[in-house]
């Protein structure tokens, strides 16, 4: 069955420096999504692709994320500089209305932990 | 924007009984109401979903009911066992559009062996 690959699954940083974090959607999926899950509540939305196009970044805190997605495939979130809020689990997923109906179905990623120290 | 809630926070069953989680949302425009499992480390699995077209929907032992009148909509799972223990997910959308998912808080589900 096909999955979201991320790397890494787990971060350890220093705050001031730069992450970055990479994710591979399922293929043939033209949507794909980012979402930061603080522990202990639920996923929020970051930024949002259709293809290489950014759809929705009104939740990124553009001052020190930075999110792309090239050639319409896999993705890159960066974070510089890291601060201690930061400090989270960064979740990808991706969906496909076009093998799904015309739905959105979103599938995760296994979603990379982040800790800032 | 829409604003999702989700009752209980936690909740402890017994094996071979019933658990039922309860979602509320805001806009009336939302037409896709997903259910995800989310296991200690990993990304939320999606295990149900409805759309707005129906009332119900069941797989198995799960089962998901929508009342778009009362804006809420809630998940089922009866003869539960210890691998159902879980954070429960519920979020809603406009799913026309693909927009982004609302996610609700989240339900801790442990079922007691």
């Known amino acids: 069955e096909a999955e979201v690959a991320q790397s890494p699954r787990y971060k350890i940083t220093e705050k001031s420096q730069a992450v970055a974090f990479w994710c591979d959607p399922i293929?043939?999926?033209?949507?794909l999504y980012w979402y930061r899950q603080i522990l202990g509540q639920g996923p929020e939305l970051l930024v949002q692709f259709q293809d290489e196009s950014v759809v929705d970044d009104s939740q990124l805190p553009k001052d020190r994320f930075s999110a792309e997605r090239l050639k319409g495939v896999d993705s890159t979130l960066k974070i510089q500089p890291a601060e201690l809020g930061d400090s989270a689990m960064y979740l990808c997923?991706?969906?496909?209305?076009?093998?799904?109906?015309?739905?959105?179905?979103?599938?995760f990623g296994p979603g990379t932990r982040l800790t800032v120290t | 924007g829409e604003n999702v809630e989700q009752h209980p926070s936690t909740l402890s069953v017994q094996e071979g009984d019933s658990a039922v989680i309860k979602c509320t949302y805001s806009d009336s425009a939302s037409n896709y109401f997903p259910w995800y499992k989310q296991e200690l480390g990993k990304g939320p699995q999606l295990i149900i979903d409805i759309r707005s077209n129906v009332g119900e929907k069941k797989d198995q032992r799960i089962a998901v009911t929508l009342n778009k009148t009362a804006k809420h909509f809630s998940l089922h799972i009866t003869e539960t066992q210890p691998e159902d223990s879980a954070v429960y997910f519920c979020?809603?959308?406009?799913?026309?559009?693909?927009?982004?998912?609302?996610f609700g808080p989240g339900t801790r589900l442990s079922v007691l062996p």
């Open positions: 979020a809603a959308s406009e799913d026309n559009y693909g927009q982004n998912f609302v």
């Open positions: 293929s043939g999926h033209a949507t």
């Open positions: 997923a991706s969906s496909s209305p076009v093998l799904a109906g015309g739905h959105y179905e979103q599938y």
